[in-house]
């Protein structure tokens, strides 16, 4: 028997002898010999080349030098012959060529099945046919396989199409975060500003609230913010930022809180930019808003506040030997000032505010002689006009200046301070108001509200805001040091202090002022509420809250 060739018994005779097949050699010999012109399988799972058709096949063991599809050659491995691993393709080949019994690695993106445990694994490149995770198909791209890009997700897939596996956008308001080859929606967890989570569901920010977004913490992390109460995103939706809640004309932000314009200042509103902005504008000086608060412009100033007149459409200081009770500004000189009238001025004194700050002078103001109480000639003392610089004085009151020296001499003071002790310069009071950076106390002279300690100026003098009452030159409460203080409602005292507190009850219901309670007593009630005249009395047991009857002084 010829070598590539085997002997078969069961063929034929005169039938040619079988090529002997791939994967096998076949030695040839004596047809006597069985062993010899057998056909002999390769060892290893290697395999040989294919014969012709006519022959010959494989005739010895150093044919067996193919390694077959799906396998590739390790001859340091056990056994050589190995499996092409998930990820490779292994097209076989002969062991004398070291490149073609190697396992190749797939494209970038993607990957084979999981071979069977005994193989063949892929042996094609076209077996490299799933796209990883992170990664999308595009059959118009070079590569066609490309990594995901940023704000998507691409789970990957077998490749069904010319655009299959794609990548998924992220849901509306959520990113990557610049992040590229995300696979899953998970990894889209910033939430762009304007959006927050609810319930795990990415959301627009609703009206009147306002969202900076951030990384996902969670199914209702990041959350929205409520615009601080009173301000508005005026119905936008998606707002990111504090400055998107807008404060409505009328109000301004004192300490973060949305407040109510106050009496004498406008406050036009607009976007929060700080705890305290938008603020509040006083008004012009000389101006004011009538005690009506929630004002949202200039204009709102139209009220001349008393010590003051219109000139020409400005507010002006009242001058000397002139009153100014102000009011509601008609016309470019309206209010206007009105003169204290012959044999009568204001000492030289500005901004007064009602005829009784006109000073009548005495008849013996122009006698040419000094005339108790003048200090000089026809001057100072308090009946006459104040005295010009180089006459005689007592007080400053004396001097046009305001000012009289050690030397009992009416004197220009070296320079008007805050701390001088007398009222001189742009001061409304003594040392305090108008240029002194000191504010003045209640129930000293003001012109505009910014002069005051409380903020508040009405009627030219300096009050408490309200619920505050001035005692002793300050404001307190109603409920102040263990003591009660009311206008107008004694039994406020004993529902805010009790009856064992020291009650000093300040009424003035009906104009009928109440004595001072002291100890354990409090102000007589009488029906409806009313203060009964200076009478006080020891309570002997509870009190009701409502009106009770006393008479007497007897609880």
Known sequence: MLPGFYWDSNLAPGSDAPVCEKGYYCGGGLTTDSIAVLKTICPDGLTTAVPPLNGPGADALVDCNVVPPGYYWDPAASPKLQVCPQGSWCPGGSIDDPISVLKVVCPIGTTTVVPPVNGPGADDIADCDTVLPGFYYDSSANPKVQTCPVDSYCPGGVISG?????????PIGSSTNTLTGQDDVSDCNLIAPGYYMLNGVVTI????SYCPGGVVTGPNGPGLIACPAGSTTQ????????????????????NGQVTICPQDFFCPGGAIN????????ACPTGLGTNSQTGQNEVSDCNYVQPGYYLLNGT????????????????????PTLISCGAN????????????????????????????????????????????ANGKICIVGTDCISGFCNGNSVCATPVAASCSDGIKNGAETDVDCGGSCPNKCTPSKTCTVSADC?????????????????????????????????TNGNCGLCVQSCGNSASVTAVCNAFGIPAGSCQGNQISGQGGGGRCVTGVCCVPTGPQPMGPFPLTNGQC
């Not at 010319?162 to 992220?170: F, I, K, L, V």
């Not at 936008?236 to 930022?241: A, I, K, V, Y």
């Not at 507010?315 to 309206?334: F, H, K, Q, R």
């Open 235 to 254: 119905t936008l939706t998606g707002r990111d930022e504090l400055s998107d809640c807008v404060v409505p004309p009328g109000y301004y932000m004192d």
């Open 274 to 281: 700080s705890a305290n902005d938008p603020g509040k504008t």
């Open 162 to 170: 010319n655009n299959s596996p794609g990548a998924t956008p992220c």
């Open 453 to 485: 300690t409380t903020n508040r100026c009405s009627g030219g003098v300096c009050i408490c805001q309200d619920p505050q009452l001035i005692v002793n030159g300050v404001c307190v409460s109603p409920t102040s040091g263990g003591k009660c203080y």
């Open 344 to 387: 009568s001025g204001t000492n030289s004194l500005t901004g007064r505010t009602s005829i009784n700050d006109c000073v009548t002078l005495a008849a013996t103001c122009s006698n040419n002689q000094i005339d108790s109480p003048e200090t000089d000639v026809d001057c100072g003392g308090g009946t006459c006009l104040a005295c």
């Open 315 to 334: 507010p002006t200081l009242c001058p000397a030997d002139n009153y100014c009770p102000g009011g509601v500004i008609s016309g470019n000189n309206s």
């Open 205 to 208: 920010c609703p009206i009147n």
